[in-house]
C-alpha cells in the first residue's frame, strides 16, 4: 500500500465500492434471515444464507431492528416498506418474548419462537433493546417504541450509578470490584441514542460514562486497558492487562462523536490519539496484517485462546475511526490508516459470492469459520460501518444530499 496521492479520487472509488458492499450486505440478511413463522431473524446463518440454530440471540434480534431502522431513516434507497415492515416485526418479538416486566431484565437467548434459554447479569441485552426502540419510534412515531426505549434506559442507569446488585457475579470476599470499559462505552452510546426523545440530555450520567472510560488510559496514556480498579488504576493479572484494540477504537469513535457534538476539542484530540491512534499502531499485526484480537500490555501471551485471530469488527469500527477523523481534521495519515484497513478487509472478509462478511479468520488472515451469523455476529457491525462510511464519504465527495 502507498501513501494516498490523491485524496478525491481515492474517496470517490471507496464511495462506490462500500455503497455497493452495503447493498450486498442488507440483501443478504433480507433474504435469509427473517421469520417468517414467529417473527424475528434467524441469526446462525451458514456462509450461503442457510439456517444452522434456530435459536434466538436478543443482542443480534435488537441490533437488527436498529439497524434497519436507522436505514430506513437515513438512507433513501433503503426507506422502504419492506425494511420497515421488517424492523416493526423485530420489534415485536422482542416486545412479546424478551423482557420481564418485574425485573426489567431481557433474555440473552431465546427459543425460535421465544421461551427464554439464558440470561446474563450485564446490561448489553437491555442496551441493544432501547436502541432498537429509539430508532424505530424515529422512524414511525408510535409512542409505545419511545416509552420502551426511555425507560429501559432509565433502568439501566440506575443498575450503573445507583445499584448493581442485579449485574455480575456475588461479590466475594477474594473478587476485587473493577470498572470493565464496555459498560461506560455503551451508557455513552445509548444516551447519544435516546437523548432526542423528550430532549432529554442525561448530563449527569453522560459525565460519568466519559470519566469511567478515560481511567482506562494507563502507563502516561500510551495504552488502553480492558479493566481498571474503580479508582483507575491498574489492576493485577492477566484481568489487569488485557487490551482489546478494536474495542478501545470502538470507544475511541463514541467519544470523537461526543466531542464533535459538544465542541469539546481536547476530548476529540484525546479520542483519536489514545484511543484509535495508539490502539491501532500496536494492535496491527505488522507480519500479517490485520488488528489482533487480544494483547497483554507487558507481552506476555493472552490467556484467550482467540487472542491472535483476526475478528470483523474491530477492522469495521477502524475504518468508522479513521474516516471521521478525517472528516474532522483532514489529516491525511487518517486515510492511510484507512486504506489499510479498507484493503485488509476486502480481501480477507468480503465473501464475492454470497454477500455478508466472514468474521473470524487466522492470524494469517485464512477464514476459521466460515458461517455468517452466530451468537455474536449478525446484522450490525457491517452494515452499520459500511453505511457510516457511506454517508461520510458522500459528504467528502460531495455525494450526499
Not at 104 to 110: A, D, E, I, P, Q
Not at 150 to 172: A, C, F, K, N, Q
Not at 246 to 253: A, L, P
Not at 360 to 367: A, I, M, R, S, T
Request: charged fraction near 25%; hydrophobic fraction near 40%; aromatic fraction near 14%.
Amino acid at each position: 500500500m502507498t501513501a494516498v496521492s490523491n485524496p478525491m479520487n481515492k474517496l470517490s472509488h471507496w464511495y462506490d465500492i462500500i455503497s455497493k458492499e452495503l447493498d450486498r450486505c442488507v440483501d443478504f440478511w433480507l433474504k435469509f434471515s427473517h421469520d417468517e413463522t414467529f417473527g424475528g431473524f434467524f441469526n446462525c446463518l451458514s456462509k450461503d444464507g442457510n439456517i444452522y440454530d434456530e435459536t434466538k440471540y436478543t443482542w443480534l434480534q435488537a441490533r437488527q431492528v436498529w439497524m434497519y431502522a436507522k436505514l430506513y431513516n437515513e438512507t433513501s434507497r433503503f426507506k422502504t416498506n419492506v425494511i420497515l415492515n421488517a424492523a416493526k416485526t423485530g420489534a415485536s418479538f422482542l416486545l412479546s418474548n424478551v423482557k420481564d416486566p418485574f425485573t426489567m431484565k431481557c433474555s440473552f437467548s431465546t427459543t425460535r419462537n421465544g421461551k427464554a434459554i439464558k440470561i446474563q447479569r450485564t446490561i448489553f441485552s437491555e442496551c441493544f433493546y432501547s436502541m432498537a426502540f429509539a430508532e424505530l419510534f424515529r422512524a414511525t412515531g408510535e409512542l409505545l417504541y419511545q416509552t420502551e426505549a426511555l425507560t429501559m434506559v432509565d433502568t439501566i442507569l440506575y443498575w450503573v450509578t445507583e445499584d448493581d446488585s442485579d449485574l455480575g457475579r456475588p461479590h466475594l470476599p477474594g473478587c476485587q470490584p473493577t470498572n470493565t470499559m464496555a459498560v461506560p462505552m455503551m451508557v455513552l452510546c445509548i444516551i447519544k441514542e435516546v437523548k432526542s426523545l423528550q430532549d432529554r440530555k442525561y448530563p449527569d450520567a453522560t459525565d460519568w460514562a466519559i470519566k469511567q472510560i478515560l481511567a482506562h488510559r494507563q502507563r502516561n496514556n500510551t495504552v488502553v486497558l480492558e479493566n481498571v480498579t474503580l479508582d483507575g488504576k491498574e489492576v493485577g493479572g492477566c484481568e489487569g492487562r488485557l487490551m482489546n484494540p478494536g474495542h478501545s477504537i470502538e470507544c475511541g469513535w463514541f467519544l470523537m462523536q461526543h466531542a464533535k457534538e459538544t465542541n469539546n476539542e481536547e476530548l476529540m484530540r484525546i479520542a483519536f490519539e489514545h484511543f484509535v491512534e495508539n490502539p491501532f499502531k500496536y494492535g496491527w499485526d505488522k507480519a500479517n496484517g490485520g488488528l489482533l484480537y487480544f494483547m497483554d500490555v507487558n507481552g506476555y501471551s493472552p490467556t484467550q485462546l482467540e487472542w491472535n485471530m483476526k475478528l470483523w469488527w474491530p477492522h469495521c469500527e477502524a475504518m468508522i475511526a479513521f474516516l471521521i477523523g478525517y472528516y474532522e481534521t483532514r489529516n491525511i495519515d487518517c486515510l492511510d490508516s484507512f486504506e489499510k484497513v479498507f484493503e485488509y478487509s476486502w480481501k480477507h472478509f468480503v465473501d464475492i459470492d454470497h454477500g455478508e462478511w466472514y468474521g473470524y479468520l487466522n492470524q494469517k488472515g485464512e477464514v476459521n469459520m466460515d458461517f455468517k451469523g452466530g451468537p455474536f455476529k449478525g446484522c450490525f457491525h457491517v452494515p452499520r460501518a459500511l453505511f457510516m462510511c457511506e454517508k461520510l464519504l458522500a459528504k467528502l465527495t460531495g455525494h450526499y444530499q
